[in-house]
């Protein structure tokens, strides 16, 4: 039988090797048996040679010897897009999966099986690990896998005789932003030792760090006038690598921009400074062995190997740089030979699943599972789901315990239903494989989905959160949010966005009110500048809150001059008052006691009032500002005082249905009349819909949405068969959907109006039945709506 040739790659962009079984001599025949570690870096990168179609790419050692990329020096070879770093091309931004694979290729080809180390952590993310299978399948390496470089490490221990059956080893490996610590198990499998890993590593940053001790020796390398095209040269040096790793630096000789030569020589550098270890973040204790993995050399292997031994108590032995290679080539031979490579765990996954005593997790993949390396999980029971009929769509709650926050993905089922159907939900995954495939099918329909998770919508709310509100009875439907974004705060193809306008309105004599206004008020993509919460993006920084703050202020005091009735630029009209009334929550609270004070005016002159249009900006900008329970308070009861009969559709409706639809406090200043009041208008505004144009239907269900939220004060509050108001609501919202369904000839704008809410109404009706299943009804009906 042909031997077969192995491989076991270590390409970390860092200090590259490769292991093979395999030597190869120019001119002779490869010769199988004796290892053999190809080596390059540091700081290893590919570049590009040849012109036009014959273009290609090389990594490896050929590319660590090339002039391609140094700099203008060396003419058009030296370009910089002829070089790229490996560090780069691991990262999931650069999909140019080909050029990744000529690092690969610059050190072995033609292994029958080939084994690729990768990082705990952020640097070995799911997407990170489908991005080096991908590099892999592009470069035509057969049966390619990942492990995890201290499974490899303890491979290689294995392979040494340093570790027996039944010891636990700590893996201590050196990563980019400082250490990785694992515990592994050594039990024995099918006559062989592999190693068992049981949890993620745990990730200490500190200055020991690949990249912080990089970022040191190029300061160094360039010297005190830091990076300028003069410089440039000094800082792809090959030194910069050597000195950060601790390795021997010998003069280097460079060429610069203008092709002068030049000296570079960090002979003296001592990069062991740098390596600083927290004290109290290791935890060791109950090793049998520590492992130290590091591709550093000489003192800095030296210091790192001291900082951890004074922090164990067991063992430390200082692998050699080239040791996940080589584990990495003991793995691909176990691979070839059928043998146990390793065991792994699964990060944890559950949905949420219905029964007789309600909402509960269900794990697709149980907390204690352990799989062998290679081979494919299936959960061993689906996850049981239904699909309420009239549905044309399934929500499916998610938690991933490597990846939190919890997830909701809706999935299109083409058609809505006559009659309920059952799903069945599971998961595959391999470990170190990329993402786990997530399933579901619907045998009734005969129709099979495949679930994205990174299009699922991330759900803030813990886990326990979630399941209490998919309680299958009166359940409450989510506060609204209203999410900001950097959409509206940048430049678009048809108008500034708002860094723009508050780089020149605080300078300007006469501020645009108006426009900021309606900046505030757009909502590109779903997301407005501010958050109804009040919240501004992360991407916001310091100047640009505190030029929206220096704005806020002179709003506020133009706003205090018209109440005072003075007259100067602002002050004609209430542009200023919309400005501060969109920052939602954010708006200072004087506002909000303005505005209640306008409301009750009793003579109804008032600055806020120049025309009837005026009070929809107050009863509206009320409703969006409040902050504090006790300031709900004291506008809930100036709505309730006042002629609900004669309220306005979009002024005390709009109002009261922001007021119980954003806030979880203001349902429950509600006592049960004022409920039935409520419903009253409620559906009183139904009705004056029915048989029109429901140009006028906005805030309807809105506020019935809202009422829905009196349950977290009456768990059982509008549900049908205990509250006889949902049985009013049932009727009017049937004679609403009768009437939009049965129009003969509805026009352009009605049938518009039609698509939007009728799935609004059959929600409405199943949260009324105790059917509910759309927590984010409110944030729906805020979409239909255009609110």
Same mark, same amino acid.
């Given at each position: 039988?042909?031997?077969?040739?192995?491989?076991?790659?270590d390409?970390?962009?860092?200090?590259?090797?490769? #292991?093979?079984n395999?030597k190869?001599?120019?001119?002779?025949?490869?010769?199988?048996?004796?290892?053999?570690?190809?080596?390059?870096?540091?700081?290893?990168?590919?570049?590009?040679?040849?012109?036009?179609?014959?273009?290609?790419?090389?990594?490896?050692?050929?590319a660590?010897?090339a002039?391609?990329?140094?700099?203008?020096?060396?003419?058009?070879?030296?370009?910089?897009?002829?070089?790229?770093?490996?560090?780069?091309?691991?990262?999931?931004?650069?999909?140019?999966?080909?050029?990744?694979?000529?690092?690969?290729?610059?050190?072995?080809r033609?292994?029958?099986?080939?084994?690729?180390?990768?990082?705990?952590?952020?640097?070995g993310?799911e997407?990170?690990?489908?991005?080096?299978?991908?590099?892999?399948?592009?470069?035509?390496y057969?049966?390619?896998?990942?492990?995890?470089?201290?499974?490899?490490? #303890?491979?290689?221990?294995?392979?040494?005789?340093?570790?027996?059956?039944?010891?636990?080893?700590?893996?201590?490996?050196?990563?980019?932003?400082?250490?990785?610590?694992?515990?592994?198990?050594?039990?024995?499998?099918?006559?062989?030792?592999?190693p068992?890993?049981?949890?993620?590593?745990?990730?200490?940053?500190?200055?020991?760090?690949?990249?912080?001790?990089?970022?040191?020796?190029?300061?160094?390398?360039?010297?005190?006038?830091?990076?300028?095209?003069?410089?440039?040269?000094?800082?792809?040096?090959?030194?910069?690598?050597?000195?950060?790793?601790g390795?021997?630096?010998?003069?280097?000789?460079?060429?610069?921009q203008?092709?002068d030569?030049?000296?570079?020589?960090?002979?003296?550098?001592?990069?062991?400074?740098?390596?600083?270890?927290?004290?109290?973040?290791?935890?060791?204790?109950?090793?049998?062995?520590?492992?130290?993995e590091t591709?550093?050399e000489?003192?800095?292997?030296?210091?790192?190997?001291?900082?951890?031994?004074?922090?164990?108590?067991?063992?430390?032995?200082?692998?050699?740089?080239?040791?996940?290679?080589?584990?990495?080539?003991?793995?691909?031979?176990?691979?070839?030979?059928?043998?146990?490579?390793?065991?792994?765990f699964?990060?944890?996954?559950?949905?949420?699943?219905?029964?007789?005593?309600? #909402?509960?997790?269900?794990?697709?993949?149980?907390?204690?599972?352990?799989?062998e390396?290679?081979?494919?999980?299936?959960?061993?029971?689906?996850?049981?789901?239904?699909?309420p009929?009239?549905?044309?769509?399934?929500?499916?709650?998610?938690?991933?315990?490597?990846?939190?926050?919890?997830?909701?993905a809706?999935?299109?089922?083409?058609?809505?239903?006559?009659?309920?159907?059952?799903?069945?939900?599971?998961?595959?995954?391999?470990?170190?494989?990329?993402?786990?495939r997530?399933?579901?099918?619907?045998?009734?329909?005969? /129709?099979?989905?495949?679930?994205?998770?990174?299009?699922?919508?991330?759900?803030?709310?813990?886990?326990?959160?979630?399941?209490?509100?998919?309680?299958p009875?009166?359940?409450?439907?989510?506060?609204?949010i209203?999410?900001?974004? *950097?959409?509206?705060?940048?430049?678009?193809?048809?108008?500034?966005? *708002?860094?723009?306008?508050?780089?020149?309105?605080?300078?300007?004599?006469k501020? %645009?009110?108006?426009?900021?206004?309606a900046?505030?008020?757009?909502?590109?993509?779903g997301?407005?500048?501010?958050?109804?919460?009040?919240?501004?993006?992360?991407?916001?920084?310091?100047?640009?809150?505190?030029?929206?703050?220096?704005?806020?202020?002179?709003?506020l005091?133009?706003?205090?001059?018209?109440?005072?009735?003075?007259?100067?630029?602002?002050?004609?009209?209430?542009?200023?008052?919309?400005?501060?009334?969109?920052?939602?929550?954010?708006?200072?609270p004087?506002?909000?006691?303005?505005? *209640?004070d306008?409301?009750?005016?009793t003579?109804?002159?008032h600055?806020?009032?120049?025309h009837?249009?005026?009070?929809?900006?107050?009863y509206?900008?009320?409703?969006?500002?409040l902050?504090?329970?006790?300031?709900?308070?004291?506008?809930?009861?100036?709505?309730?005082?006042?002629?609900?009969?004669?309220?306005?559709?979009n002024?005390?409706s709009?109002? *009261?249905?922001?007021?119980?639809?954003?806030? %979880?406090?203001?349902?429950?200043?509600?006592?049960? /009349?004022?409920?039935e009041?409520? #419903?009253?208008?409620?559906?009183?505004?139904?009705?004056?819909?029915?048989?029109?144009?429901?140009?006028?239907?906005?805030?309807?269900?809105?506020?019935?949405?809202?009422?829905? /939220?009196w349950?977290?004060k009456?768990?059982?509050?509008?549900?049908?068969?205990?509250?006889p108001?949902?049985?009013a609501?049932?009727?009017?919202?049937?004679?609403a959907?009768t009437?939009?369904?049965?129009?003969?000839?509805?026009?352009?704008?009605?049938?518009?109006r039609?698509?939007k809410?009728?799935?609004?109404?059959?929600?409405l009706?199943?949260?009324?039945?105790?059917?509910?299943?759309?927590p984010?009804?409110?944030?729906?009906?805020?979409?239909?709506?255009?609110?």
């Amino acid at each position: 039988m042909t031997e077969k040739k192995l491989c076991g790659f270590d390409i970390n962009g860092w200090r590259d090797f490769v #292991a093979r079984n395999w030597k190869s001599v120019p001119g002779e025949e490869e010769n199988i048996g004796p290892v053999d570690i190809v080596p390059s870096g540091p700081l290893s990168s590919v570049v590009k040679v040849g012109e036009g179609d014959r273009t290609r790419w090389i990594g490896g050692p050929q590319a660590d010897g090339a002039p391609h990329g140094l700099g203008g020096g060396w003419g058009d070879i030296g370009f910089q897009d002829r070089r790229v770093f490996v560090r780069k091309l691991l990262e999931v931004q650069d999909n140019d999966v080909g050029r990744l694979a000529s690092c690969f290729a610059g050190s072995a080809r033609g292994g029958a099986y080939n084994v690729l180390s990768i990082d705990e952590g952020a640097d070995g993310s799911e997407a990170v690990q489908e991005h080096l299978l991908a590099a892999l399948t592009a470069g035509k390496y057969r049966n390619g896998s990942l492990v995890w470089r201290p499974v490899l490490a #303890a491979l290689y221990a294995i392979e040494q005789g340093l570790v027996g059956e039944g010891q636990t080893i700590g893996v201590v490996g050196q990563d980019r932003y400082g250490l990785a610590i694992q515990r592994l198990r050594i039990r024995s499998a099918r006559g062989m030792l592999a190693p068992e890993r049981r949890e993620a590593a745990t990730h200490i940053s500190c200055e020991a760090g690949y990249e912080n001790l990089v970022l040191k020796a190029r300061t160094a390398a360039i010297g005190g006038d830091g990076f300028t095209p003069r410089t440039a040269h000094r800082a792809i040096a090959r030194s910069v690598g050597r000195a950060a790793l601790g390795m021997v630096c010998e003069p280097e000789i460079l060429r610069a921009q203008n092709g002068d030569w030049d000296v570079l020589d960090l002979n003296c550098y001592d990069s062991s400074k740098f390596v600083n270890v927290p004290q109290d973040n290791i935890n060791l204790n109950g090793c049998d062995l520590v492992l130290l993995e590091t591709l550093t050399e000489g003192s800095v292997r030296d210091r790192l190997t001291s900082e951890i031994r004074t922090r164990s108590h067991s063992t430390v032995s200082c692998l050699p740089a080239n040791a996940v290679a080589r584990g990495a080539l003991s793995a691909a031979q176990r691979a070839g030979s059928g043998a146990p490579i390793f065991f792994d765990f699964l990060p944890r996954m559950s949905t949420v699943v219905y029964s007789a005593d309600g #909402a509960k997790n269900f794990d697709l993949i149980r907390p204690d599972e352990t799989l062998e390396a290679g081979r494919t999980y299936r959960s061993p029971e689906p996850a049981s789901l239904a699909i309420p009929a009239g549905q044309q769509n399934i929500s499916v709650y998610l938690r991933k315990e490597a990846a939190p926050p919890p997830r909701k993905a809706t999935v299109d089922i083409g058609a809505s239903l006559a009659e309920p159907a059952d799903v069945s939900l599971w998961v595959e995954q391999k470990p170190a494989a990329g993402r786990a495939r997530i399933q579901l099918e619907a045998p009734g329909l005969g /129709r099979h989905f495949i679930i994205d998770w990174e299009e699922a919508q991330e759900d803030g709310r813990s886990w326990e959160q979630i399941i209490q509100s998919l309680e299958p009875r009166a359940s409450i439907p989510n506060r609204l949010i209203l999410p900001c974004g *950097m959409h509206a705060w940048e430049d678009s193809e048809r108008s500034e966005g *708002m860094l723009s306008l508050l780089e020149r309105e605080p300078h300007r004599s006469k501020t %645009d009110w108006d426009t900021l206004a309606a900046k505030l008020s757009q909502r590109p993509f779903g997301q407005y500048c501010i958050s109804s919460d009040g919240e501004l993006p992360t991407e916001v920084g310091s100047e640009d809150r505190r030029r929206l703050d220096e704005l806020t202020d002179k709003a506020l005091d133009i706003t205090r001059r018209r109440l005072r009735g003075e007259t100067g630029p602002g002050t004609e009209d209430n542009a200023a008052l919309k400005f501060l009334t969109w920052q939602f929550r954010r708006c200072p609270p004087e506002v909000a006691t303005w505005l *209640m004070d306008c409301i009750e005016t009793t003579d109804h002159h008032h600055p806020f009032v120049r025309h009837q249009a005026s009070w929809v900006l107050v009863y509206q900008g009320l409703g969006r500002i409040l902050q504090d329970e006790e300031a709900e308070r004291r506008a809930m009861g100036i709505l309730l005082s006042s002629d609900i009969e004669a309220w306005k559709w979009n002024r005390q409706s709009a109002g *009261m249905a922001f007021l119980l639809s954003r806030s %979880d406090t203001a349902p429950l200043h509600l006592e049960r /009349r004022d409920v039935e009041k409520l #419903a009253e208008r409620t559906i009183a505004d139904f009705r004056r819909n029915i048989g029109a144009e429901y140009t006028m239907f906005n805030y309807a269900p809105f506020l019935l949405a809202g009422l829905l /939220r009196w349950r977290l004060k009456q768990p059982s509050a509008l549900l049908s068969g205990v509250d006889p108001l949902a049985g009013a609501f049932l009727r009017v919202i049937e004679d609403a959907e009768t009437d939009l369904v049965g129009r003969r000839t509805p026009n352009a704008n009605l049938q518009r109006r039609r698509a939007k809410f009728l799935p609004i109404l059959r929600d409405l009706k199943a949260e009324l039945l105790g059917e509910g299943t759309n927590p984010d009804l409110l944030l729906d009906i805020y979409g239909a709506g255009g609110s």
